[in-house]
């Protein structure tokens, strides 16, 4: 699956456009109160057993918590950060019985990893062999440049993990990025603010 966000860097109300004939598969939708987000709402537009639009997941800002199909949970029960000073990713599972997922963000672009497995007696998945494999990308090129227009926020997620965490890794995408916009204002706010009270006292 390969689709693009069609409202520029707003992933929070967004439309998810598939990029081989444009045609709607979700939606975001975000309400705010005056304290700020709220809740975003992913929606199926398309989905097999109704003729509106459905809701399949959730992220609960103020209460940290990700919703998929009806179940929440905390996201300090689902994200765990990786071992080392330097190392900057984050290991997502939503249950004992399901995959692990390691995120990391470098280049403008979010990846989504999962550990192989490799069975010594048969070709078939088994036990983990130590090596990653790239099963989804979030990339978000949309930094302002002076003579050309930016690139859509454009996800794609493999069959490997569409099977059992579409809806997962779509509001694991969601709020990494969401949260990564969050930090980067704050440093600009913050560096704005330094600037002001150096020229105030030189």
């Known amino acids: 699956m390969e689709v693009r966000f069609d409202n520029k860097a707003n992933i929070l109300n967004a439309r998810l456009l598939a990029t081989h004939d444009n045609s709607p598969i979700y939606a975001t939708k975000t309400n705010f109160t005056f304290r700020g987000r709220d809740i975003t709402l992913l929606q199926d537009t398309n989905p097999a ?11 609960h800002w103020k ?16 994200k765990e950060k990786k071992t080392g000073f330097l190392n900057k990713a984050r290991s997502w599972k939503w249950s004992a019985e399901r995959r692990e997922y ?10 989504v990893s999962i550990l192989m497995m490799i069975s010594p007696w048969t070709s078939q998945p088994g036990s983990l062999d130590g090596k990653s494999k790239v099963v989804g990308r979030f990339a978000v ?17 493999t069959r490997t993990a569409l099977v059992e965490d579409e809806i997962f890794l779509l509001l694991v995408f969601i ?18 603010t330094l600037s002001t009270l150096n020229s105030i006292v030189m």
């Not at 209460?63 to 996201?75: L, M, P, S, T, W």
């Not at 390691?102 to 990846?111: G, K, M, P, R």
């Open 175 to 192: 709020y990494s990025e969401a949260k990564r916009q969050d930090d980067t204002v704050c440093i600009h706010s913050f560096c704005s």
């Open 49 to 59: 057993l109704s003729s509106g639009s459905v809701t399949v997941g959730a992220i």
């Open 102 to 111: 390691e995120i990391e963000y470098t280049n403008d672009e979010w990846t």
């Open 63 to 78: 209460d940290k918590i990700i919703e998929v199909n009806g179940y929440r949970k905390k996201v300090a029960d689902l």
């Open 141 to 157: 090129p949309y930094r302002p440049h002076l003579f050309t227009k930016a690139d859509p926020p454009l996800l794609s997620i």
